[in-house]
């Protein structure tokens, strides 16, 4: 659960990268248009999540899966969505496959290391943003947690 | 419309060649999990949930940029974002934290002109 509400923001520096590709070049994104825009994310995020919730729900299960979120965008009528994300999880799972056995490895030695220590850096994961192995290393430790539950 | 398709697939290529997605999956994960109902996330989900919202960036901003007015002076600013949220049925959703901004002249005005009707009524 987040214990700032400020948890719950997207951070401004990517949203405003995103914003500055999709533009043309040399448009001005006033400050406040940023802000309503990362705040549009945030709900967007939700509405996606409840969508997705509802045909998990309805399929009896608790997991929610790329089934669901795809379901979920042709639901809230972001069809042109769908085309570039299934791509976009192919070329993903793909990456995920050739890093498996290394970030395993990784894993191995990182529980190695004192417990305290790995909690530590999962608090601070949102922050490090440079880290791709890492943080996917621990979100893969994350979702065998979720399968055991 | 065009426009945006050919942003997406340079987008796509672009981001093919480094990583595929920019904004933090913990972040999204973290809002995904505040709503009550949801108890659990897969890692596909997750990433999908993820890409989609950069995909909604990019068109939210593009969308409200070709209707908005800002297109002359190159800028885009929140009024150009409230009128796509009213203006366009997928971001309907959006009303709500977009609200259409109103000078307080103007709302006294229609106030004013509620109340002459409502009188005229009696």
Redesign the interface.
């Known amino acids: 659960?987040?214990e700032r509400p400020e948890?719950?923001n997207?951070?401004n520096a990517?949203?405003t990268?995103?914003?500055k590709?999709?533009?043309?070049d040399?448009?001005?994104?006033?400050k406040?248009?940023r802000r309503?825009?990362s705040?549009?994310?945030?709900?967007?995020?939700?509405?996606?999540?409840?969508c997705?919730?509802n045909f998990a729900?309805k399929a009896k299960r608790?997991?929610?899966?790329?089934g669901?979120?795809?379901a979920a965008?042709e639901e809230?009528?972001?069809e042109?969505?769908l085309e570039?994300?299934r791509?976009?999880?192919e070329?993903?799972?793909k990456?995920?496959k050739g890093k498996k056995e290394v970030s395993e490895q990784k894993r191995k030695e990182k529980e190695k290391k004192a417990n305290s220590e790995n909690d530590k850096s999962r608090e601070d994961?949102?922050e490090e943003?440079d880290e791709?192995m890492e943080?996917e290393a621990e979100?893969?430790a994350e979702?065998e947690e979720?399968v055991e539950? | 419309m065009s426009s945006l398709e050919t942003n997406s697939v340079k987008d796509d290529q672009a981001s093919g060649n480094k990583k595929t997605i920019s904004l933090p999956i913990s972040r999204v994960r973290l809002i995904m999990k505040s709503s009550p109902d949801v108890s659990s996330i897969n890692q596909d989900a997750l990433f999908l949930t993820t890409k989609a919202t950069e995909l909604f960036v990019q068109h939210l901003a593009l969308s409200s940029f070709n209707n908005g007015s800002g297109k002359d002076t190159n800028t885009l600013s929140y009024s150009d974002l409230a009128n796509t949220a009213q203006e366009t049925e997928t971001f309907h959703f959006l009303t709500d934290i977009l609200p259409k901004k109103i000078l307080a002249r103007d709302y006294l005005n229609s106030l004013e002109q509620m109340q002459e009707e409502e009188e005229a009524d009696y």
């Open positions: 659960m987040a948890d719950l997207l951070p990517v949203i990268r995103i914003i590709e999709a533009l043309p040399g448009v001005n994104v006033s406040e248009a309503a825009i705040q549009a994310a945030s709900v967007f995020v939700l509405y996606a999540t409840s997705a919730n729900m608790k997991t929610l899966n790329a669901d979120v795809l965008m809230m009528e972001f042109r969505f570039p994300l791509e976009a999880l070329v993903y799972k990456g995920q994961e949102g943003e791709p943080e979100n893969e979702a979720e539950n």
